[in-house]
């Protein structure tokens, strides 16, 4: 069953044309990957999906509902959290307020007045957040400000801030970009870990390995179109692909 | 001078290196006791100082609640307003006119100065909220000054123009007896809120409203408040809906300011528009950033401060800059007195600019940051001993 469905979107700026005539099926619990040159309209895709943009034509669809025309904040209480390119989180917080934060979200909606009880009376919800911290490996590092993590670090943290939401959908803009290559491999082995627990995940990625290692389709976009999609096996033989991405050469 | 700059996380991680995640209930009570006994007992400690007399403390009280209002919304939430007078002088105006057709019972009074510094910051708000930073400020002075330019125009037969509104003696105060020979006083249920006991009454008021300030600090409301002001972008995609909490923080700080205001009436019961001047909407952000924006207690310290230099240092003139310096040689004496008289007296506003810029460059997190420093410094010294 696909959650998310795609068909026909096109976003112009000014004269260019970033997207044009998307279509895209995102199978329930699978790992799908959007690769493509620089400027082929990933990230503005992934921007149509969250409602940063909205696009000239066609249909976003989530889980049945449209999300064209609905505030970032609806978005994501209908079940899509984001990790950002460059890392969004509150940098003046504490490690473990930015995770309960989401949490509150996730079980009180997107407003609620309460300020009487102390943040430390909902157990659970530090209980969680905390958990959550441990997952991702940060868990020495509950109370320290979040703005004097590494970047490394601080895209763990923001997917904290994800996974405590326990999403349907997450989405990741280059989970792996500028890092090492064991922050690289520890991120992958992260990302396989939740990968067990179900959640559909869109992954934007440069890194080869990172995609191949996780995606279970791959789709190709090149200058705002989806010229292939498919296994990922398929998609490192196609030749429209090489000649597309990598200007012919071999993968 | 920009929040941005004040609050850099860089100075609060000099100061703090573990964040601070709300502190325990235990701690936040014993400092609220602490605070409310130092406030009781004002007129006692200040008086060494000079600074005991009913109409000082009244202000420090006065203006301690209202720069605990303000920093709810420019501390916790990042949202500077340059428009808080307007409130205040709503907050004045509604309770002057509850004295006038009501009672001269000072309940009544506040409460509809809370209300309309409320019912007033919500339309105002409502519409300065669409924007954010500078232009949020823009908006919120424009409407402030617009309603001081109205009290003085079109609203006179509301605000009673350059006059000011005014206790009459032929007012109706449908809930009093039969007025006496001279004008009412002030009261709470019969027990007149002037002097002392009205210093009193603004007591109880701001240790209430630091109590408040706190439970909501700590509070997840609170928390989402301090995200909004960290990363409001985060906010929206993290599934908050962030409008309604910076207006909540906006209505809030409005009351708070109202309930300044009206106090401002019930201890010398006139309210005039020179109370919502974009000058007086400044103060109270000087006042909250030389305290420490952002904490408890800081906003209050600075309006003690400014009000203090205010009252104090304005009195002195070079006679009694003469008695200070009178331990030194005659010369010297006389140097002395030429060299600090533009400081005191109508130059009060000169040593307040020269201690605001000291403040700002090296102490950003304000007195409070201060405070941190020193104790930081203290705590390290005896672990050294201890060692």
């Known amino acids: ?251 | 001078m920009s929040a941005a700059t004040i609050d850099s996380p860089g100075n609060q991680k000099a100061v703090a290196p573990s964040a601070n995640d709300g502190g325990s209930s235990r701690a936040d009570h014993i400092k609220f006791l602490i605070f409310a006994l130092a406030v009781l007992t004002m007129p006692i400690w200040l008086s060494p100082i000079g600074a005991a007399y009913p109409d000082l403390v009244q202000k420090f009280a006065i203006f301690g609640i209202l720069a605990i209002g303000f920093n709810i919304l420019f501390g916790l939430t990042g949202y500077l307003s340059f428009g808080h007078a307007a409130f205040l002088g709503v907050g004045s105006y509604a309770a002057v006119w509850s004295f006038k057709l009501l009672t001269m019972n000072i309940v009544p009074a506040i409460l509809f100065g809370v209300l309309a510094g409320g019912v007033f910051a919500l339309l105002i708000g409502y519409v300065s909220l669409r924007r954010t930073g500078i232009y949020f400020s823009i908006l919120t002075l424009a409407f402030a000054q617009m309603s001081y330019n109205l009290a003085y125009s079109v609203l006179t037969p509301i605000t009673n123009g350059e006059t000011g509104l005014q206790l009459a003696l032929h007012d109706p105060r449908i809930l009093d007896g039969p007025a006496g020979a001279g004008l009412p006083s002030t009261n709470l249920f019969g027990m007149l809120t002037v002097g002392y006991t009205g210093f009193y009454v603004c007591a109880v008021m701001l240790i209430l409203a630091y109590y408040l300030a706190m439970r909501i600090r700590r509070s997840p409301f609170g928390m989402a408040l301090r995200a909004i002001k960290s990363n409001q972008n985060r906010m929206n995609y993290t599934g908050f809906n962030t409008r309604p909490y910076t207006l909540a923080a906006f209505v809030i700080s409005g009351m708070y300011a109202g309930l300044a205001g009206s106090l401002m009436a019930v201890v010398d019961p006139l309210a005039g528009a020179e109370r919502m001047q974009w000058t007086a909407s400044g103060e109270v952000v000087l006042m909250t950033i030389l305290g420490g924006s952002g904490t408890l207690l800081g906003p209050v310290l600075g309006a003690g401060i400014i009000k203090y230099f205010e009252n104090i240092f304005s009195a002195f003139n070079d006679q009694v800059l003469g008695r200070i310096f009178d331990f030194l040689p005659e010369g010297l004496q006389e140097a002395a007195v030429v060299l600090f008289s533009p400081f005191v007296g109508e130059g009060w506003h000169l040593t307040l600019g020269v201690v605001f810029m000291l403040i700002v460059i090296f102490l950003p997190g304000g007195v409070m940051e201060g405070v941190a420093r020193i104790k930081a410094r203290f705590d390290r010294s005896r672990s050294d001993t201890a060692r």
């Open chain 1, 1 to 251: 069953m696909a959650i998310l469905n795609v068909q026909g979107v096109c976003k112009d700026f000014g004269g260019l044309r970033a997207l044009n005539q998307v279509n895209l099926k995102v199978q329930q619990g699978t790992v799908h990957a959007i690769i493509g040159p620089n400027g082929a309209g990933k990230s503005t895709l992934l921007n149509c999906f969250v409602g940063r943009i909205t696009p000239d034509t066609g249909s976003v669809t989530f889980d049945g509902k449209s999300l064209l025309g609905i505030q970032p904040h609806e978005i994501n209480q209908a079940g899509v959290a984001r990790v950002f390119q460059t890392p969004e989180i509150f940098a003046d917080l504490s490690l473990v307020e930015n995770v309960k934060i989401p949490a509150f979200a996730k079980r009180d909606g997107s407003f609620r007045m309460d300020l009487w009880s102390r943040v430390g009376t909902h157990g659970e919800i530090t209980d969680h957040a905390e958990a959550v911290l441990e997952d991702v490996g940060l868990a020495d590092k509950l109370h320290m400000h979040a703005g004097s993590l590494s970047r490394g670090d601080k895209r763990r943290l923001e997917l904290a801030m994800c996974l405590v939401q326990d999403p349907k959908l997450l989405l990741l803009d280059e989970p792996t970009a500028g890092m090492s290559r064991a922050d690289t491999n520890a991120t992958i082995d992260l990302l396989q870990r939740i990968g067990e627990r179900g959640i559909t995940k869109i992954v934007i990625e440069h890194d080869m390995t990172v995609v191949f290692t996780l995606a279970h389709t791959i789709s190709v976009l090149a200058q705002g179109t989806v010229i292939a999609e498919g296994e990922p096996e398929a998609i490192k033989g196609n030749p429209k692909v090489q000649e597309a991405y990598l200007g012919g050469a071999h993968l």
